[in-house]
């Protein structure tokens, strides 16, 4: 099975800073790999599909990158409502979420 | 509006058995394959189980094969999961999800399995 390796688990952050999330994978996953946001009490929302492309009504500020093992999540500019947990989800090879990092307001 | 709506969550004993339903509305549900994710309190997501539009193509997690069984009634619309000989460990949230592209969620039903 496919390993996801979110870091770091808790990233805290302030308001405007351009934040980076990583997510390595235990093989390649052939960017096969999906970013959620995960706000408390509610249910996920995908922000990134198959790497890099951006889901329809998602503020431009999120972005993802990557290829092979190493893939990334940035939030250009924080604001205050990205707070939340945010997961990556490979299916490449059966289907595995990271273990999330929360990212929090400093 | 896609909707997806869990229900039959609910206190169970180790051991027994308990099977959710999920009804789909707002799209043509024949035409998605569907998961079953999970969330213990407290923790992350953990993907449980997938089944395609025609049921061709079903897998499971590791840590729930051979106990729990995913099915869906395209005609009811109704993705279901039917889980036997609880663990504790199984006490989570179930989401019934799209994933992809078309992403949706419902809100997920509960399920403590205690004595």
């Known amino acids: 099975d496919i390993q996801m390796t979110q870091s770091p688990p808790v990233l805290s952050a302030s308001v405007g800073d351009r934040v980076t999330l990583s997510c390595k994978a235990s093989?390649?996953?052939?960017?096969?790999l999906d970013w959620y946001q995960q706000k408390h009490g509610e249910a996920p929302k995908l922000l990134i599909y198959?790497?890099?492309n951006l889901q329809t009504g998602i503020p431009s500020r999120f972005s993802g990158s990557g290829s092979g093992t190493d893939y990334t999540l940035t939030i250009s500019s924080l604001q205050p409502e990205d707070v939340a947990t945010y997961y990556c989800?490979?299916?490449?090879?059966?289907?595995?979420f990271g273990a999330g990092t929360k990212l929090e307001l400093k | 509006e896609v909707q997806l709506v869990e229900s039959g969550g609910g206190l169970v004993q180790p051991g027994r058995s308990l099977k959710l339903s999920c009804v789909a509305s707002?799209?043509?549900?024949?035409?998605?394959?569907m998961n079953w994710i999970r969330q213990a309190p407290g923790k992350g997501l953990e993907w449980v189980a997938y089944i395609s539009s025609g049921s061709s193509y079903i897998y499971y997690a590791e840590t729930v094969k051979g106990r729990f069984t995913i099915s869906r009634d395209n005609a009811k619309n109704t993705l279901y999961l039917q889980m036997t000989s609880l663990r504790s460990e199984d006490t989570a949230l179930y989401y019934c999800?799209?994933?992809?592209?078309?992403?949706?969620w419902g809100q997920g039903a509960s399920v403590t399995v205690s004595s």
């Open positions: 999800a799209r994933l992809g592209v078309m992403d949706a």
């Open positions: 989800y490979q299916y490449n090879s059966g289907y595995t």
């Open positions: 198959y790497t890099n």
């Open positions: 707002g799209f043509t549900f024949s035409n998605y394959g």
């Open positions: 093989q390649n996953i052939n960017k096969n």
